[in-house]
């Protein structure tokens, strides 16, 4: 079975820059699309990002677009999320796991739909 980690989270300052990465053992991770997600103390998890199995195609929420980018590499088994312009509130506990649908073309980023999810990394944006 898949088990993902997530690392590459910590404190910055508003305006900087975090890459997370999530890494798979057990299987390879080029049979899956990958989602990133994020929850903040006190609100419902959320979708921020996900990339299709060959990473031809990717989704983001908007709060995010323009500031967040995905991308993969299956040879190392991992799966980024960049993070550029960072504000207070994108601080939170942020996920990856697994699409349920991964023999789609295409990804979404509805919590309900992924499984195997990591233990989270925590960011936290502020001066």
């Known amino acids: 079975q898949v088990h993902l980690v997530e690392s590459g989270g910590g404190l910055v300052q508003p305006g900087g820059s975090l890459r997370l990465s999530c890494a798979a053992s057990?299987?390879?991770?080029?049979?899956?699309?990958i989602g990133w997600f994020r929850q903040a103390p006190g609100k419902e998890r959320e979708g921020v990002s996900c990339?299709?199995?060959?990473?031809?195609?990717?989704n983001r929420a908007d709060s995010v677009k323009g500031r967040f980018t995905i991308s993969r590499d299956n040879t190392k088994n991992t799966v980024y999320l960049q993070m550029n312009s960072l504000k207070p509130e994108d601080t939170a506990v942020y996920y990856c796991?697994?699409?349920?649908?991964?023999?789609?073309?295409?990804?979404?980023?509805?919590?309900?739909?992924?499984?195997?999810w990591g233990q989270g990394t925590q960011v936290t944006v502020s001066s």
């Open positions: 057990g299987s390879s991770l080029a049979y899956y699309s």
């Open positions: 990339i299709s199995r060959d990473g031809s195609n990717t």
């Open positions: 796991a697994l699409y349920r649908y991964s023999f789609q073309a295409t990804c979404a980023t509805l919590p309900s739909q992924y499984d195997r």
